[in-house]
């Protein structure tokens, strides 16, 4: 690879298609990203799919314009090759199959959650931090142990995020339901200062240093059916799910001696819950990070710069083992960089 040549990154995990660049010292540009919201319902895989097959073309070529870019500048090309839904990878990989072999360029397959963690740590200035990975599909406190990203604690069941997307379209509101109940449960909390006193109960998602949401899900659920205004109850719900994270984030921080916490995933957009990390931090004189929010979401950018890490960390992917992995572990794949 010529060294002032681009890494461009794709990511396709689920609902967002995204394409990325860093430069050949692996600083990150933004990328150019589409969402796939369908009306109603939630995300179904195929659909998803199709979307993202359809705007390979105009995605690739708007991030190649956002930086005055010809094909011939890109030097290497990285994807993600799992955790995610099995047909939105499957196109990423095969977009990235095909510029690799049409620039004759290395390919890099990188692991989704891993990435978050590169990004946030580049972004954040942070050195040895615990993650709190907060995203639809993923929960995970995860820190950097014996050459590899472990996982601490995680969701048993369903992803943070799903669950407040979930809950949202309950409602009525449509995918990404997030953003609305932070809008919902700030507005209440404005006009009802007193109610962080008294509160709704709901149940406590952390299980150990695992947490649960299908319980809280359906007991908040519960609260609407019985009259409780909306904002009240996306206001609880937030409290109680966000606690149960940054309780486990807490105890991760205490177990592994470290002093930095870094916010990543979707739901680290969230105003609340990275408040609630700074003031958590404070009282045990450590330190909290959230990236800026285009590289929270899920975002072509943080593929690149992983792809970056490796490419000069020596590892390339044959095209013989670049197959997706759905079910792909934060601590399978081995840090070699620091
Ligand atoms: P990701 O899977 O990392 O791309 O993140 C998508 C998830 O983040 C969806 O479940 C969104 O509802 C959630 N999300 C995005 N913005 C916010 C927000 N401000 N508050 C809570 N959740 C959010
Ligand atoms: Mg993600």
Known sequence: MAGDKWTLGIESTAHTFSFGLVDSCGIPYPSKSDTVRP?????????AADHHRDFSSDLFNDILRSQNLTPEDIGAVAYSQGPG????????????????????????????????????????????????????????????????YRVLGETLDIGIGNMLDKFARLQGFPFPGGPVIEKLALQYIEENPDASLKGLELPYPVRGMDL??????????????????????????????????????????????????????????????REMCTLMAKDRESTSHAPPRMYCIDNG????????????????TSFSSSGINQYLRTDDTLVSWS
């Not at 009306?39 to 895989?45: C, D």
């Not at 977009?95 to 390919?107: G, Q, Y």
């Not at 109850?233 to 991760?252: D, G, P, T």
Request: glycine share 12%; proline share 3%.
């Open 301 to 316: 950018t943080m593929i690149a710069l992983l792809g970056h890490i490796e490419l000069h960390n020596g590892r390339v």
């Open 39 to 47: 009306l109603e319902g939630g995300i179904h895989p195929r659909e």
């Open 85 to 148: 839904l099995g047909p939105c990878l499957r196109i990423g990989a095969s977009v990235a199959r095909t510029i690799s072999s049409a620039l004759e360029v290395p390919l890099i397959g990188v692991n989704h959650c891993v990435a978050h963690i590169e990004i946030g740590r580049q972004q954040c200035d942070c050195d040895d931090p615990v993650l709190l990975y907060v995203s639809g599909g993923n929960t995970q406190v995860i820190a950097k142990l014996q050459g590899k």
């Open 212 to 273: 649960a949401f299908s319980g809280i899900l359906t007991a908040a659920q519960r609260l609407i059916e019985k009259g409780h205004s909306l904002g009240s109850v996306c206001w609880s719900l937030q409290e109680h799910a966000f606690a149960a994270c940054v309780e486990v984030a807490e105890r991760a921080l205490a177990h592994s001696g470290k002093t930095e916490l870094l916010l990543g995933g979707g739901v680290a957009c969230n105003n609340r819950i």
